[in-house]
Nanobody, 119 residues
């Protein structure tokens, strides 16, 4: 079992930066693929960025070049550095952890942290 707790959200002006953190508790953090998703009111949850257990990263086109995902396996933490923030980045950001095994897929979600980009 894995528990995820996001932090670092808040209010920021357009063009500003925020750094989100996701702290994971549980076994074998380094074996999980980690990701950040976001959901704005009235919209579906969308993928923002992922970092695999092997360290490879991917980004949604809307954030590519502005956001950076990273993980610190020693601290059981994944980060999302968000630069050049835009009002359309406003959403609740969720941390996700998943692991594929021969018999099942383990999939966990945090409760989210609010990011508001407004002048």
């Amino acid at each position: 079992q894995v528990q995820l707790v996001e932090s670092g959200g808040g209010l920021v002006q357009p063009g500003g930066s925020l750094r989100l953190s996701c702290a994971a508790s549980g076994r074998s953090f380094s074996l999980y693929d980690m990701g950040w998703y976001r959901q704005a009111p009235g919209n579906q949850r969308e993928l923002v960025a992922t970092v695999s257990s092997g360290g490879s990263t991917s980004y949604a086109d809307s954030v590519k070049g502005r956001f950076t995902i990273a993980r610190d396996n020693a601290k059981n933490t994944v980060f999302l550095q968000m630069n050049s923030l835009k009002p359309e980045d406003t959403a609740v950001y969720f941390c996700n952890s998943r692991r594929y095994t021969a018999w099942a897929v383990d999939n966990y979600w945090g409760r989210g942290t609010q990011v508001t980009v407004s002048s």
